[in-house]
């Protein structure tokens, strides 16, 4: 007995200790200067909530030249006004705004994610030790969990998925809550009514979450065919479930413009292709392709050969673990068909399986572990830690080298910006959303002029150039100075050329940057 209770003591302060620890290096590694569009424009929308005025962007050269100044993530436009609105499901951006309302000055937006993702290893443990009533499950979930080079990448800055995984893991925490213990009526309805609620906000953190409501419908339809007695207490999952369903289209319609228009539509300057097509799995999309190849790799890379212990620990967790691996497949089914393959800097898309793997994974080897002798088991499990940890230390130090190169780089932005008038404007491909939140300047989004046209259902190439002149020209005309930016990154090839047929470009060097400010020709 001693020893069982010695073995549990050790087990829990051990996976506490990890999650503890992790937890401090998110905090200390998390990203406050990203360069990316999506976190950039996350993070905008949320100070603009905060500030009382919703997931929107707003510059006056919008009602001077048209309706294409703004940052990469504000892609929706409304005839009737001139602010430029987030392309993105706003749930994150309004979960981002709580800590900028609660504590506007102290930086607390920033430890969002990283919390997310605690919570998500976290109960990784929880679960892990719940389903199989085996302590040292709980470490190996989180240990697996811990050493991958995604937590780290993505729960240090600010991205969807790991409040996607937060939400969903804790709707199934509370969901096999409520079904493996004996509640009073009334607090079983509102653990189920809760897991509605955290299921349906996952669906407006990210679209694509909802493909894992049906599992949770299909597990509980199963329960409620062979205990009657529990629509009682779960109807407010289904209710939940289908009210997120219909909110949907409603909201669709009010945000984006129509009952099926999207930030993914033609409509809104996405691309004429569809987004998700069953051909991308195995064949190239118009972005990269081969989408389930590359989410095998992907997974592999994370965690290796102990991905395939996991569906061993879902068959042996039985009910909860085809609840873990259906989850799973959804999950993976709808990336696997995405224009976007779910590698580098997408490889984020998997991260909501994560939890549901290392469970799985972590229930396979505690499982494994009680048929071998001591020593063998012993020896397994100093090769699994060393193994698991081997590669952090080079996890760890890409974050870091990543937060280094994003300080240089804003710094730079920031001394460029500097040397023009403070109403100058901006156009550059790569630097767009830098310039315009770290320079403080307006900038002119070339990249949306070959906005598509809803009706042909493809793209204005050839109306580009054109448009691309008379926005300048208004600009020009109205005082305001125009400064292109060449990084040798243009989206449209050899528009620098195509700007001097049109306008005088007088070269500026700054830090070695080289600007053409234009000015109307004579």
């Known amino acids: 007995m001693h020893t069982v209770l010695s073995s549990t003591w050790l087990a829990g302060v051990s996976a506490a200790s990890l999650a503890l620890l992790t937890a401090v290096m998110l905090v200390r590694l998390v990203e406050q200067q990203s360069l990316i569009g999506d976190s950039i424009g996350y993070l905008y929308a949320a100070q603009r909530i905060a500030a009382g005025f919703g997931p929107t962007y707003a510059d006056a050269n919008n009602s001077l030249a048209g309706p294409y100044f703004s940052l990469y993530a504000f892609q929706v436009n409304r005839p009737d006004s001139d602010l430029m609105y987030l392309g993105f499901p706003p749930g994150l951006a309004y979960l981002l705004a709580l800590p900028i309302l609660i504590a506007p000055h102290t930086g607390l937006v920033y430890w969002v994610i990283p919390a997310t993702a605690l919570v998500s290893l976290s109960l990784s443990g929880a679960l892990a030790w719940k389903l199989t009533g085996r302590p040292w499950a709980a470490f190996w979930s989180v240990l697996l969990f811990a050493a991958t080079p995604e937590l780290w990448r993505f729960g240090s800055a600010i991205w969807s998925e790991f409040p996607s995984a937060a939400l969903i893991t804790t709707a199934l925490t509370l969901y096999l809550a409520a079904e493996q213990r004996t509640w009073p009526r009334r607090a079983e309805t509102g653990l189920l ?271 580009a150039i054109s448009t691309i002149v008379f926005v300048i020209t208004t600009l020009l005309e109205a005082g305001k100075p125009v400064y292109y930016v060449l990084t040798g990154s243009d989206f449209i090839t050899g528009l620098p050329e195509r700007l001097q047929e049109h306008f005088i470009a007088d070269p500026v060097t700054v830090e070695g940057v080289t600007l053409l400010r234009l000015a109307l020709a004579p």
């Open 193 to 463: 009514a809760v897991t509605g609620l955290l299921l349906g906000y996952s669906v407006f953190v990210r679209y694509t979450n909802l493909v894992v409501m049906p599992v949770f419908l299909l597990a509980d339809a199963l329960l409620i065919r062979r205990q009657p007695h529990r629509l009682a207490t779960h109807w407010p999952l289904w209710l939940l479930s289908g009210v997120t369903v219909i909110l949907v289209p409603v909201f669709n319609h009010f945000y984006y413009g129509g009952w099926n228009l999207t930030s993914y539509s033609p409509a809104h300057g996405w691309y004429s292709q569809p987004p998700f097509a069953v051909q991308y799995a195995l064949g190239p999309s118009f972005i990269d392709g081969y989408s389930l190849r590359e989410a095998g790799v992907t997974l592999w890379r994370n965690f290796g050969v102990l991905l395939f212990l996991a569906p061993l620990g879902w068959f042996y967790l039985q009910r909860a673990g085809a609840i873990l691996a259906g989850s799973t497949l959804m999950i993976l089914s709808i990336y696997a068909v995405y224009a976007f393959a779910p590698t580098g800097l997408n490889a984020r898309f998997l991260i909501p399986t994560f939890p549901m793997i290392a469970i799985g994974a972590g229930a396979a080897l505690v499982a494994i572990g009680a048929r071998m002798p001591p020593a063998p088991r012993m020896a397994l499990a100093a090769g699994l830690l060393l193994l698991a940890v081997w590669h952090v230390p080079a996890h760890l130090d890409a974050v870091a080298h990543r937060n280094q190169e994003n300080a240089r780089q804003v710094a730079l932005i920031t001394k460029v910006a500097a040397t023009t008038p403070a109403n100058a404007v901006f156009m550059s491909y790569p630097w767009n959303d830098l310039l315009a939140v770290y320079g403080g300047r307006s900038v002119f989004n070339f990249r949306r002029v070959p906005a598509t046209n809803a009706g042909a259902q493809q793209h204005r190439g050839d109306a």
